[in-house]
Nanobody, 118 residues
Framework: QVLLVESGGGLVQPGGSLRLSCAAS????????MSWYRQAPGKQREPVAV???????DYADSVKGRFTISRDNAKNTVYLQMNNLKPEDTAVYYC????????????WGQGTQVTVSS
């Protein structure tokens, strides 16, 4: 069982920055792929950043150059640094831990609201 606890969401002006945190219940990052997803009202949940167990990263085109995903293995925490925020970044952001093997293991955080508005 993997528990994920998110924090760091809030209200920010366009062009501002936020740093989201996702604390995991154990040392899982060598086994699980960690991802950040977001879901805006009336839209599908979409992946925005991925950090694989092997250490590679990838980003949605809409956030490349502005968002950075990182891990602190000692603290069992994954971060999403969001810079130059735009109104279209407004969404609920979710942390995800996933392992695909004989049986898929898939865990989600509770979500944290990010609102970008002047």
């Amino acid at each position: 069982q993997v528990l994920l606890v998110e924090s760091g969401g809030g209200l920010v002006q366009p062009g501002g920055s936020l740093r989201l945190s996702c604390a995991a219940s154990g040392s899982i990052f060598t086994i699980y792929t960690m991802s950040w997803y977001r879901q805006a009202p009336g839209k599908q949940r979409e992946p925005v950043a991925v950090f694989t167990s092997g250490g590679s990263t990838d980003y949605a085109d809409s956030v490349k150059g502005r968002f950075t995903i990182s891990r602190d293995n000692a603290k069992n925490t994954v971060y999403l640094q969001m810079n130059n925020l735009k109104p279209e970044d407004t969404a609920v952001y979710y942390c995800n831990a996933r392992k695909v093997a004989l049986i898929v293991s898939d865990y989600w955080g509770q979500g944290t609201q990010v609102t970008v508005s002047s």
